[in-house]
T-cell receptor, first 112, second 117 residues
Framework: GQQLNQSPQSMFIQEGEDVSMNCTSSSIFNTWLWYKQDPGEGPVLLIA?????ELTSNGRLTAQFGITRKDSFLNISASIPSDVGIYFCAGHGSGNTGKLIFGQGTTLQVKP | GAVVSQHPSWVICKSGTSVKIECRSLDFQATTMFWYRQFPKQSLMLMAT?????????EQGVEKDKFLINHASLTLSTLTVTSAHPEDSSFYIC?????????????FGPGTRLTVL
């Protein structure tokens, strides 16, 4: 089945630094979604992308839908302690089943 | 908008008992609801997809008689873990789609931590 490879697996950065994480797939995806999950909570939708090449921002977060439709990245600028959490990419592949395929997650830790 | 609630937030039960988890979309009608399971430090595993008024579609390897799903209305889906055993202990999360006709976006509930003794 379709799979997403998300990297890096974890990051430990200093407050104020910028962060970048990405997801790649061997097959085309029609939608890319980025979620953040805090410990013991459900994922919260950060950004949704629908078109190849689309670049969307949400505050300090910016995400792009890759031109090839096989990748996406999420950038966080000027990180703050509350950015700590697990970030997941997710997407809808071919077949339009409505099911989301998730990446393995990127654990972000921010040192004040 | 797009608020999804789950109840209970945590539950501890004895082995052999059944546990029901509710998932509600509070401010929109969800055409589809999804149930996930998450183990520590791992990603979300889709268990089943349910549409209002029809039988749920289970993912391969998920026992439908073990994890009963009922989607009685456009705002409520329930997951019942029957005859729970310690290996069923996990974090169960539901999601709902269909806000403003945008089926591709899923909004997640806060999750339910199940511990089976």
């Amino acid at each position: 089945g379709q799979q997403l490879n998300q990297s890096p697996q974890s990051m430990f950065i200093q407050e104020g630094e910028d962060v970048s994480m990405n997801c790649t797939s061997s097959s085309i995806f029609n939608t890319w979604l980025w979620y953040k999950q805090d410990p013991g909570e459900g994922p919260v939708l950060l950004i949704a992308l629908y078109k190849a090449g689309e670049l969307t921002s949400n505050g300090r977060l910016t995400a792009q839908f890759g031109i090839t439709r096989k990748d996406s990245f999420l950038n966080i600028s000027a990180s703050i302690p509350s950015d700590v959490g697990i970030y997941f990419c997710a997407g809808h592949g071919s077949g339009n089943t409505g099911k989301l395929i998730f990446g393995q997650g990127t654990t972000l830790q921010v040192k004040p | 908008g797009a608020v999804v609630s789950q109840h209970p937030s945590w539950v501890i039960c004895k082995s052999g008992t059944s546990v029901k988890i509710e998932c509600r979309s509070l401010d929109f009608q969800a055409t589809t609801m999804f149930w996930y399971r998450q183990f520590p430090k791992q990603s979300l595993m889709l268990m089943a997809t349910s549409n209002e008024g029809s039988k749920a579609t289970y993912e391969q390897g998920v026992e439908k008689d073990k994890f009963l799903i009922n989607h009685a209305s456009l705002t409520l889906s329930t997951l019942t873990v029957t005859s729970a055993h310690p290996e069923d202990s996990s974090f169960y999360i539901c999601s709902a789609g269909g806000l403003a006709g945008i089926d591709n976006e899923q909004f997640f509930g806060p999750g339910t931590r199940l511990t089976v003794l």
